[in-house]
């Protein structure tokens, strides 16, 4: 039967998207300038990131893929602060629960050679062994869901479209990195191994893009800067949550800067495609529906027929939203979404208004 640690670990890590999230997450963290994402089938035999990080400690090979371990300190202190992605200690010990895991790292002192780490599925460090290896971190992730017949089952099922959704999020990570180069490649049973996209070390946004979906998309493009102040929330009809917030001796500035990338707004000139819309808070992606939703209503009072290519960087106190939400922290709840998206849909009127003249 499950263990208790196989049923918790089934909160953090759901589908390949998140092994991935957590994987790319984690080679940021350890300030890495270059990764590589290696599929085998689709994922599913293998997922593979490769980084050129700080690599792991010798001290912390016992304890790191132990719940709740973790070398990373949260701090909330300020807007600009620069903030880990990981806190919680849980993405190591859950993959280890979930699939067959090793690490592979070195760290500069190490010279030309690594440490290759092997894990007992509690987490437990099972012995280490000396390879060759560059300065770095490599964690390879076999046969997700091996020990979980009815969810390897499904994710065999559904592979190919949640490989596509990985794509998503993939392309998202590599165009708000600016510098850190990305590579992401599958290697398909009896095929050719196809690079999906490969990023330089770009000092920008714009040429992360580029490199990504193609120079042609910088052509229908704009540079998106918005700048405004949440309504307060003591307005008319807002929501109970905005209230709570506000009223924290911690709330922190109701300011918001949005920047990024988008579409032109020129009727008829629309020639992107859904997947290419990415929002991030603080350039941590995550899924805004309801900011997304208020993107494309101003899009479509234009007439633009198809859909946009929106990359917007929302920019806010830290205080002014909570990423805890969802095992995952991609859905982040924004404390008063309504207020945002009133000013943020005035505001691109604005912005329209002035570039369609
Ligand atoms: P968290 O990221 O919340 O700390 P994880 O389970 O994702 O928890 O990782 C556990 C620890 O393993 C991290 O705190 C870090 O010390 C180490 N680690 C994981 N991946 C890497 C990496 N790519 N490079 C360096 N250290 C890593
Ligand atoms: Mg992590």
Known sequence: G????QIQSGQVIVDLNSVVKELVENSLDAGATSIEVRFKNNGLDAIEVQDNGSGISPDDY????LKHYTSKLATYDDLTSLQ????RGEALSSLCALSKLHIVTARASDGPKGTKLDFEQSGKLKGTSVVAAKQGTTVVVETLFHNLPVRRKELEKTVKREYNKVLQLL????????????????????GKKTVAFATNSNPNTKENIANVFGTKTLVGLTPLDLRFEMDPSNRPGATQSARNWSTQEDAGSREVRIVGHMSRPVVGEGRQTSDRQMFF?????????????????????YNYTQSAFIFADIKLDTNAYDVNVSPDKREILLHDQTALLESLQDKLVELFEGQNQ
């Open 2 to 5: 499950r263990s208790v640690h």
């Open 62 to 65: 016992d304890t790191i893929a």
């Open 84 to 87: 880990t992605f990981g806190f």
């Open 171 to 190: 392309n998202a990570y590599a165009c708000i990195s600016v510098g850190v180069k990305f590579s992401v490649s599958n290697q398909v049973p009896k």
């Open 281 to 301: 808070v603080n350039a941590r992606p995550c899924s805004l529906p309801q900011v997304a939703k208020a993107f494309n209503e101003v899009y479509k009072s």
